[in-house]
Structures are given as structure tokens and as C-alpha cells.
């Protein structure tokens, strides 16, 4: 009986011989759910030291010294400025910038590509090499040159680099040239970009796409001559010496700079502010998060599986575990071979799991190198997060096993060998259904009495599948939510005027500039409506500030008015509507009071910040956070009564938006033009790339669950064989037994259903209220989940739950029927 | 062609002649060789062997769940042998009542819907008056709503005897009904199929491999190596008569 190990392997081998079927399909989900968790386990690290790579080998700066919309300051005082302030020393480089709007119009032929950008004037220095890779441009926040040359250490010649990503998007190959706003014409010499246009974010934290947001990087006299602001500047970078004080030198220089340059309206930020470096670290953390949380899931759902063959194994075992029990065989040797079963399963599991593992990374350190924005992708696997994943992966199987085990064991002898143990085992909680008995006869009663009866096994199959259904609905929720924040959007962007232009002008402009004059002929315009749009912040009465874009109304008639969702549209000078998750963000409600910090004009191209005291009329109905809107008498709290700087248009009738843009982009004055869709358009076009893996991930959820369910009808028909026997003893035909079985699979398969979506909605809420709010404050995402999703979910937990025990048919079909009645269990 | 008997009924099961070899490993296994066997309605035969010597196989080929290799088996005068899978298993629910060893009752269901479902797969009208009468019948009308585990092993055959009456179908087969159960139990659960049937006019094939058990038949049938070597008509013994 207790002869050496070799007898127990060799019985537990065959053990698996009878299973290999549930053991293999177990061990794949096992795989499923290492391979994931063990292929995402790198990818934090893989983002944070991609980040690293990148911010630390451009040199990202420290402090910058950002000037307010339409402020200047001549070339060299900015630098002057710092290098007189105390502590100077503690300042390792400087170097100014002039950053402008512009439009950019880099059509050729067979293309139109006509967008909104900007164009940064840089002063250059002789180019480097780290890894490989050109650095060229500043000597803080450098530019990596991904293809073609970057700029000459040495001249103004209009030669530029621009943003790979948006060159990607629009089909653009340095060699190029492109056009800017004013006329100017740009040789593109190379692509590249620098720490602040890694992620591409529009004026005022508005959210723009790669495709849709050009920079072009040129020599800062260029930039001056392009944008016709000859010898002058708007913003420093600076890198700190190692050890020196950012908050302290912050201070002494926005000091300085406001004694030596008043009316030049600025204010020093830090690398914490840069939106596209938070974006990228949080972005990492959370997504790791969140991957974590599928992986776990998967695995969860494999270790019910495991756990569910292996109870079913050790109950069949009992009576040999007893006849063991009885002839004086140790507990710890009768253990060995249920155990050797998990052992099994778990070896498969991680086997599988690591080629999964593998795959899964080498997929992503792909898609890591295509989609990252960084010029430096740090793509080592880390092995021992892998190993200790994969170890997790291996660890489960074996205590799903232990539990069984250690209960089987513990009976005594008698028990477990009393003759018809298993068939006179309980009901289960069946004698709960059996107060409410269903129309139909007896077999009507069964599929539900059979999921009563084994409570514990119903309850880990629906755990399990609702864990797999679960990551899918959440998934497919969160675009779910993404294209309902798109439509409503949409709906509020496209209500009045869909084909209307958003024209920004140059600088703020009197209403009636010269500039201005020629654009409402009706050749141009249908009709114009001219007002203001600038960059502001919101403090809230407890020091909570958000960044917004705030338009006023034009004096006439408008082409597009913001609707109040809560509380009324704006009136008066010194009233605001914000957008719901601004009140929200901000703590105020209708009727509250906030600080408006904004650019007020005192001169010419001088410019202060102002605070001044608005109210909270109400909030409108735009997913976005950034849009605020004042009524026309708010022009004049900003300073800016009569003046604009951006205006509504509608082209005439006929006119198609390229052209409508190609015609105004001449005109002196204009710097950027945009079309009303374009944020939904950009927003939409990025969710498409999202949907594909998101359809990844739910055909394989749609697999798993087939796993799981094929799982446990497998392990009931093997547990019911003789059940199903006695009934074709009784000429119950085979399509019968298979519909209750079916029948008694959907019901398990709905609740699975059910507590998918329960679980889904639990991790949708928890990404859009907690993760992508900490991420993606700007966007307030309407979290919805769609009637095709749950149309999936139904699809992936019922579906795939009554489409498992057809797998059974040819087994049933098969069955030996006197021999099944005989055996004695 | 049924043939008529003797006395002039029809038999309800005719064996011809029907043997099932297994060909195992290059040797023959003879479980059951050229038997003849009639029953007509109403008889209370048990077959009597030893282990091995083919009970299980013969019942099993007049219950339509095993082919036989050579003969031919009429039931109610049509000739079975050769019908399609659908025509056994119509067979089985209108001809056949099964009883076995391990009962081999629904855990999920009642002890009255088990019952039912053998009234349900035969179709008859009204399935749960039938088997509300059928569990009276063997004594276990109060038991009616109770589960399996919830009745002892002889209630247990009991609710599986009245489950093979109440598909209300000419013959019952019954494989070694007492072979879980202590002797005074099983001689009462025999004793009950005994009346039972006789009212009802059913043929019943009882396996046993317990001389003793066996004295409660109207006639004995002796297997032996997969041939009949007895078949003598008994008088019942009353359960007093036997002993244990
Ligand atoms: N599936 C089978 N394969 C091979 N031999 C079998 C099979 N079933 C039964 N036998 C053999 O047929 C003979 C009769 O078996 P069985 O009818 O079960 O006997 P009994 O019920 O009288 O104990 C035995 O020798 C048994 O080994
Ligand atoms: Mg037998």
C-alpha cells in the first residue's frame, strides 16, 4: 500500500490520464492568468524608467517662466533677470523660448493636413548623442531627434523639427515643408520632440490629439521672425544645480522679474506642472493598477476552477481515501495523491503561464517601443517581478487543493466508506427550492434543484466566471463612457452651428482692427461673432485651483451660446459657467463664489494677472472641465473691453471646411483655426485604437469563461453520470438530459452574468471616479455602460455557460450505460 | 412471429436463443449463451446465480440497454433486435421499469417527484396523482416530500420500487433490489414488489444471488456460466418460512 513515491506518481499519473481533459483546460486558464499577471508586471517599471530615460537624458527643466497670453518681454531680460538673483548660482543652465500659436498647413499633394500647433523658437547649441539617439536644440528641454537632422547649432534659417507623433498621424516624412499662420514657410529638416510635447496637450489643458496638435521646434530667431515678434521672448527654462532650492529660486525670480519687466504677466512653474510628465507617471501607476486588478481577477477565476477539480477529485477519491483511512495508511501518504493532482495542474499552469507571460510581454514591450511617446524606452524584462507573479500563479493551485484535501481527510473511515455515501449525501439547499416547485414535471424541477445542491461548487463557477465577465464589462464599459463623454460633447459642441470655425486670432485685437476688416464679406463668412478666449484659473474658497479657458460672449448675436445644465447662463460683468466637474472639483454649487485669476491688459503687449471675485451662475453640460464662459460684459473685468482674440465663424454656403480654412489661414491676424467637431473628431479617432484591444481582451474574457464553464459541466456530468444514466435506463433520450443540463448551466451562467456586471460596474466606477479623475482630471468622463455591453456580458457568461454542455453530447451519447449503473461509487 | 405458449397467452419477453460474448484479449467471455427464456404478464420470476454467472447481462439485454451478439428478443411480441437507438429508447419508456441495486434515486428531488418522473417519462395522465398512489402503495405517503438522504436505504428502494410502478409499464426489472440492504428489510421489499405487481399484472424479473431471498418468487431461474440450468415454477414461502 504505502510502497515508495514512484507507486504514488504512477497512481496519480493515472489519475491525470482520466483528467488530462479538465487539467489541461484548468491549466490554461491558470496560464491565462499568469501569463497576464506576469506579462504586465514589468510594464510600470518599463514606463517609470522609460520616463526617467527620457526627462533625465533631455534635460527637462526645473523651473519655467511662463509669460500670460499676449505677454512679452525682450529677448535677454528673462535670462538677465535670473542670473541677477540671489543665489544665481544655484541656476546650472537658462535658456529663453518664444512659444506662439500658429496654424500649420502641411498639405501636399494627395494630402490635406491643415491644424492647429505651435511653434517653438528655441536657441540652439551643437548637437549630442545619448544612446544613440540626437539630441539637439536648447540645453534645457532638448530635443531627441527620432529621424532626419535637428537644428543647426548655429543660425536663424527658417529649418525646423517637428513632432514625430503628429508627423506620423498626418503621414508627414522629414524631409518636408510646412506652412505657419502669417504665411511664413518652415523646411522641416527632422522629426523630434522634448519633455513638454511628449503628450500633447492644447492651451489651457484642453485636450488636443497627436494628429490634430502640431509643434514645430525652429532657431528662436526664426520663431521671432515667423511670428513677426522680432527680439522678443515669452518663456525661460531653467536647470537647477543639483541640491539647489526650486521653491526658494521660484520665488526670488518671479520677484525679480516682476521689478525688472512690470506688465510682463507671468508665472514660474515647475516640472511638477508639466501636464504631459504627470500624465505619464500617474498614467503608469494607474494603468498598472488597474492591470493588476484584471490579472487578478483571471487568476481568481482559475484558482475556482482549480479549487472545483480538485474538491470534485477528492470526494470521488473518498472512499479510497477511507479504504486507505482503514488499512492503516497515514493521512500525510493518502494526501499525496489528490495533492500530486494540484501539483499537476499547477505545473501545466505556470508552463503554459510563462509562454503566455512571454508572449504577453514581448506583445507589449512592442507596443511599449510603438505607442510610448519617449524618445528612451527603458524595455528590460524585470524577471524577479515576473518569477514572483509566476510564483503567485503556482502557489494557487496547490492551496486550492490543500483545502479538500485536509476536509476529505478528516472524516473518518466508516464515512467515508459507507456504501452509497455519495448518493445519500445532502440536498444541498435543493429543499429550499422544494417549498416552490415549478410548473412541469419532475424534470422540469431539476436543472434548479441541481444548482441548489451543490451551493458551494454553484457559487465558485459563478464567482469565477463573474471574475472574467467582470473584466470584460468593465472594460468595454470604459469605452462605453469615453464615447458617451465624446457624444455629449459632441451634442453640446454641435448643437447651434455644426459647421462653425473657431478662428483664433494672433493677439487680442480692438473688435474693429484693420486686420479684422474683409472677414464677414460673404465670401469668407456667412456670419462672424467675435469675442474672447484666454487661459485662467479657478480658485476655489478652500485654495483649490483648476486651470480653464475662459470665453466670453460676443457683443452681437452668437453663433454658438453655452447652455446651463444647472443654474442659469452667465449675466453681468463678474458671472460664471463652469462645467459641472469643475464644480464639482472646486466644491462650489450654483449661486458660489470663486477667484478668477486671469491675464489683465495694461498697455500694449503688457499684460498683469489679475484676481478678481466672479460668482457661479451655473454649469454647463460639457463632459470637459476645462470651458468657462462669461457673458460679454465679462470682457471688461478682464480688462478687455472691445478687444477680442478669437472668432466664431460660418463659411458660407457651399465652401467645404478645407478650403474655409485654407482661405482664412492667409488672412493676416489668424493664428489658428479649428472646427466645432474637432475634439470629439480627435477623441474619437483615439478610441478606436482602444476599442481593437478592448476587443482583445473581451474574445479572450469570452474563452476563459468557455474554460470555466466547460470546466464545470464537465466535472457535474462526470458527478452525475449515474444520475444520467438511471434516465436513459428510463428512455429519457439524450436531447432531454442535455436541455436540463443546458437549462441548469444558463441559470448558473446568469447569475455569473448578473454578478459580472455587479462586479464590472464596481470597477468601472472605481477607474472613472477614482484612477482616470486622478489621471485625466480634465476630463469628466460620463461613466454609462451600454445596452451591446451588457449584450456581451450576457453573450460571455450566459452564452458561453449553455454552450459548454453541448461539449458533453458525444460523451453522453457514448455512455456505457449498464456499466455506469453498476459502478458503485 | 410471436408464438403462442402453451396455455395459449402471449409471452411478454421471448429470448430465442440469445447469447452476448465479449471478445476480450484474444478469449471469449460468454456472459450470457444461447438462452431461452418466456415470461407472460403477471409472473414474479426470480433469477438466481452466482456472481458472475451472467444475472446482470440478461436483464440488461431484456431491458434494452445491452445488444445481444446472436438470437433474437421479442418484448410484447415485436422483435427488438436490430431496432434503432430511438426505438430502445421508446422501448424503455413505455415497456420497462428499472430497479437498482444502489437505488440510484434523484438527490435533487423529493421522494414523491421521483416517483413522478417515472410517470412523467411514460407519459401516463395526470403524473402526480399516479405516483401520490404509487407511494401510497408502498407505504410512504408521509414520506412524500422528503429527500433521498433524508430516508433509510429500505425507504429508499421503496420510493425507487414505486418510481418503476408508476411508469405503469408491463415489466420491471429489478438488478439484486436488496443487495444494499439487511435481510429482513430486503425479504420486505421483495414481499412488497411481490403484491404490488401481482395486482397490477406486471411481469417482474428480480435478480438475486440469495437462495434464501429467493423463496419468496412464483418461479426460479438458475444461471449458471451464461446458461439457464433451472427453471421451476415455487411456492411462495411466507416471510416467516425463511431465515436469516
Ligand atoms: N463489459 C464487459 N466486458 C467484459 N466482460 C464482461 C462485461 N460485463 C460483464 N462481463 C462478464 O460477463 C460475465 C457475466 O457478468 P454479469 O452479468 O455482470 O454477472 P452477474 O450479474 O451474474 O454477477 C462475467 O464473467 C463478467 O466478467
Ligand atoms: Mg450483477
Known amino acids: 500500500m504505502a510502497r515508495g513515491p514512484r507507486f504514488w506518481l504512477r497512481w496519480s499519473w493515472r489519475d491525470l490520464r482520466t483528467r488530462w481533459p479538465l487539467v489541461v483546460a484548468i491549466g490554461l486558464l491558470l496560464a491565462g492568468g499568469i501569463g497576464l499577471a506576469a506579462g504586465l508586471a514589468s510594464m510600470r517599471d518599463w514606463r517609470i524608467g522609460s520616463n526617467d530615460a527620457s526627462f533625465g537624458a533631455l534635460r527637462v527643466h526645473d523651473l519655467r517662466v511662463e509669460a500670460e497670453e499676449g505677454a512679452y518681454a525682450p529677448a535677454g531680460a528673462l535670462e538677465r533677470a535670473a542670473s541677477r538673483i540671489a543665489g544665481a548660482d544655484g541656476i546650472a543652465a537658462a535658456t529663453e523660448r518664444l512659444i506662439s500659436p500658429t496654424q500649420i498647413d502641411a498639405s501636399a499633394a494627395g494630402r490635406t493636413v491643415i491644424t492647429p500647433g505651435q511653434i517653438i523658437g528655441v536657441e540652439t547649441e551643437p548637437a549630442r548623442e545619448v544612446d544613440g539617439v540626437e539630441v539637439s536644440g536648447p540645453s534645457v528641454d532638448s530635443i531627441a531627434i527620432r529621424d532626419g537632422r535637428g537644428l543647426p547649432a548655429r543660425g536663424d534659417e527658417p529649418v525646423g523639427v517637428l513632432d514625430p507623433q503628429y508627423a506620423d498621424e498626418n503621414g508627414i516624412e522629414a524631409p518636408a515643408r510646412i506652412r505657419v499662420a502669417g504665411g511664413g514657410t518652415v523646411a522641416v529638416s527632422g522629426l523630434g520632440n522634448s519633455p513638454e510635447t511628449f503628450i500633447v496637450i492644447g492651451p489651457g489643458g484642453s485636450f488636443s490629439s497627436e494628429a490634430d496638435f502640431g509643434t514645430v521646434f525652429v532657431p528662436l530667431a526664426a520663431a521671432q521672425r515667423l511670428t513677426g515678434r522680432r527680439d522678443q521672448v515669452n518663456d525661460l527654462a531653467i536647470a537647477l544645480e543639483p541640491g539647489a532650492d526650486p521653491e526658494r529660486i521660484a520665488a526670488r525670480l518671479e520677484r525679480r522679474i516682476g521689478r525688472e519687466l512690470p506688465g510682463f504677466a507671468m508665472s514660474v512653474t515647475t516640472t511638477a506642472d508639466i501636464d504631459g510628465r504627470r500624465i505619464l507617471y500617474d498614467d503608469a501607476d494607474n494603468d498598472q493598477q488597474l492591470f493588476d486588478v484584471f490579472a487578478f481577477l483571471i487568476l481568481a477565476g482559475a484558482a475556482f476552477g482549480a479549487f472545483n477539480l480538485i474538491s470534485r477529485t477528492v470526494e470521488a477519491q473518498r472512499r479510497e481515501i477511507g479504504i486507505g483511512m482503514a488499512l492503516g495508511v497515514e493521512r500525510r501518504r493518502l494526501a499525496v495523491r489528490p495533492l500530486l493532482l494540484g501539483l499537476q495542474i499547477a505545473i501545466v499552469g505556470v508552463a503554459l503561464g510563462v509562454l503566455v507571460g512571454m508572449a504577453v510581454n514581448a506583445w507589449l514591450r512592442g507596443l511599449l517601443i510603438d505607442q510610448l511617446p519617449l524618445p528612451f524606452v527603458d524595455s528590460d524584462v524585470r524577471w524577479g517581478r515576473f518569477a514572483a507573479r509566476a510564483a503567485i500563479g503556482f502557489a494557487i493551485p496547490l492551496l486550492a487543493a490543500g483545502w479538500p484535501v485536509w476536509r476529505g481527510l478528516r472524516v473518518t473511515p466508516i464515512e467515508a466508506i459507507r456504501v452509497g455515501f455519495r448518493t445519500a449525501r445532502g440536498g444541498g439547499l435543493a429543499p429550499l427550492l422544494a417549498r416552490l416547485p415549478l410548473p412541469g414535471g419532475s424534470l422540469a424541477q431539476m436543472p434548479s434543484r441541481n444548482v441548489m445542491r451543490a451551493p458551494r461548487r454553484t457559487l465558485l463557477t459563478v464567482l469565477a466566471s463573474a471574475a472574467v465577465i467582470s473584466v470584460a464589462v468593465s472594460m468595454s464599459g470604459m469605452l462605453d463612457s469615453f464615447r458617451a463623454t465624446v457624444d455629449r460633447n459632441d451634442a453640446e459642441e454641435l448643437r447651434m452651428a455644426p459647421d462653425r470655425l473657431a478662428v483664433n486670432l494672433a493677439g487680442f485685437m480692438p473688435a474693429d482692427a484693420p486686420e479684422l476688416r474683409g472677414l464677414d464679406d460673404p465670401a469668407v463668412a456667412e456670419r462672424t461673432a467675435g469675442r474672447l478666449a484666454l487661459p485662467a484659473t479657478l480658485r476655489s474658497p478652500g485654495g483649490e485651483e483648476i486651470e480653464v479657458v475662459v470665453e466670453t460672449a460676443p457683443a452681437g448675436t452668437p453663433i454658438w451660446s453655452p447652455r446651463a445644465s444647472a443654474g442659469s447662463p452667465p449675466r453681468g460683468p463678474r458671472e460664471i459657467l463652469i462645467a459641472a466637474s469643475a464644480a464639482t472639483d472646486l466644491d462650489v454649487e450654483p449661486g458660489g463664489r470663486l477667484t478668477l485669476i486671469h491675464p489683465e491688459r495694461i498697455g500694449r503687449d503688457r499684460f498683469r494677472t489679475a484676481a478678481t471675485p466672479v460668482t457661479v451662475s451655473g454649469t454647463h453640460a460639457d463632459p470637459f472641465r476645462f470651458p468657462a464662459f462669461m457673458s460679454a460684459a465679462g470682457a471688461a473685468t478682464l480688462g478687455l473691453d472691445g478687444w477680442i482674440n478669437a472668432i466664431d465663424l460660418v463659411p458660407p454656403r457651399g465652401v467645404d471646411e478645407d478650403a474655409a480654412k485654407r482661405a482664412l489661414l492667409t488672412r493676416p491676424g489668424v493664428a489658428t483655426i479649428e472646427s466645432a467637431s474637432a475634439l470629439g473628431d480627435a477623441l474619437e479617432q483615439g478610441l478606436d485604437e482602444f476599442a481593437a484591444v478592448i476587443r482583445v481582451v473581451v474574445a479572450i474574457a469570452i474563452v476563459l469563461v468557455l474554460l470555466i464553464a466547460f470546466n464545470a459541466t464537465a466535472i457535474s456530468s462526470d458527478e452525475r453520470a449515474r444520475e444520467y444514466a438511471t434516465m436513459f435506463a428510463y428512455g429519457v433520450p439524450v436531447r432531454t438530459v442535455l436541455r436540463m443540463a443546458v437549462i441548469e448551466s444558463l441559470i448558473i451562467g446568469l447569475l455569473a452574468t448578473a454578478a459580472g456586471i455587479g462586479l464590472g460596474l464596481l470597477i468601472l466606477s472605481w477607474v472613472i471616479n477614482v484612477s482616470l479623475e486622478e489621471v485625466l482630471p480634465e476630463l469628466g468622463i460620463v461613466g454609462s455602460l451600454s445596452f451591446g455591453t451588457l449584450v456581451l456580458a450576457a453573450i460571455a457568461g450566459a452564452g458561453a455557460m449553455a454552450l459548454a454542455p453541448l461539449l458533453t453530447v458525444r460523451r453522453l451519447r457514448r455512455m456505457d450505460v449498464p456499466s455506469t449503473l453498476r459502478v458503485v461509487e | ?244
Not at chain 2, 16 to 32: D, F, N, Q
Not at chain 2, 39 to 47: A, D, L, N
Not at chain 2, 107 to 112: E, S
Request: charged content about 25%; proline content about 6%.
Open chain 2, 1 to 244: 412471429m410471436p408464438r403462442p405458449d402453451r396455455d395459449g397467452s402471449e409471452p411478454l419477453i421471448d429470448l430465442r436463443g440469445v447469447s452476448r460474448h465479449y471478445e476480450i484479449g484474444g478469449g471469449t467471455v460468454k456472459a450470457l449463451d444461447e438462452v431461452d427464456l418466456r415470461v407472460h404478464p403477471g409472473e414474479f420470476v426470480v433469477i438466481l446465480g452466482a456472481s458472475g454467472s451472467g444475472k446482470t447481462t440478461l436483464l440488461n439485454v431484456i431491458g434494452a440497454l445491452d445488444t445481444p451478439t446472436a438470437g433474437s428478443l421479442l418484448i410484447g411480441g415485436r422483435e427488438i433486435t436490430g431496432a434503432s437507438r430511438r426505438e430502445l429508447f421508446a422501448l424503455r419508456r413505455h415497456e420497462i421499469g428499472f430497479i437498482f441495486q444502489s437505488f440510484n434515486l434523484f438527490p435533487g428531488l423529493t421522494a414523491l417527484e421521483n416517483v413522478q418522473f417515472g410517470a412523467d417519462v411514460a407519459a401516463r395522465p395526470d403524473p402526480r396523482a399516479a405516483a401520490r398512489d404509487v407511494l401510497e402503495r408502498v407505504g410512504l405517503g408521509d414520506r412524500a416530500p422528503h429527500f433521498p438522504h433524508e430516508l433509510s436505504g429500505g425507504e429508499q428502494q421503496r420510493v425507487a420500487i414505486a418510481r418503476a410502478l408508476a411508469a405503469g409499464n408491463p415489466i420491471v426489472l429489478a438488478d439484486e433490489p436488496t443487495g444494499e440492504l439487511d435481510f429482513a428489510t430486503g425479504v420486505q421489499i421483495l414481499e412488497l414488489l411481490h403484491d404490488v405487481t401481482h395486482t397490477a399484472g406486471t411481469a417482474v424479473l428480480v435478480v438475486t444471488h440469495n437462495r434464501e431471498i429467493a423463496r419468496v418468487a412464483d418461479r426460479i431461474v438458475e444461471l449458471s456460466s451464461g446458461g439457464i440450468v433451472a427453471d421451476e415454477p415455487n411456492v411462495p414461502a411466507a416471510m416467516s418460512d425463511l431465515r436469516w
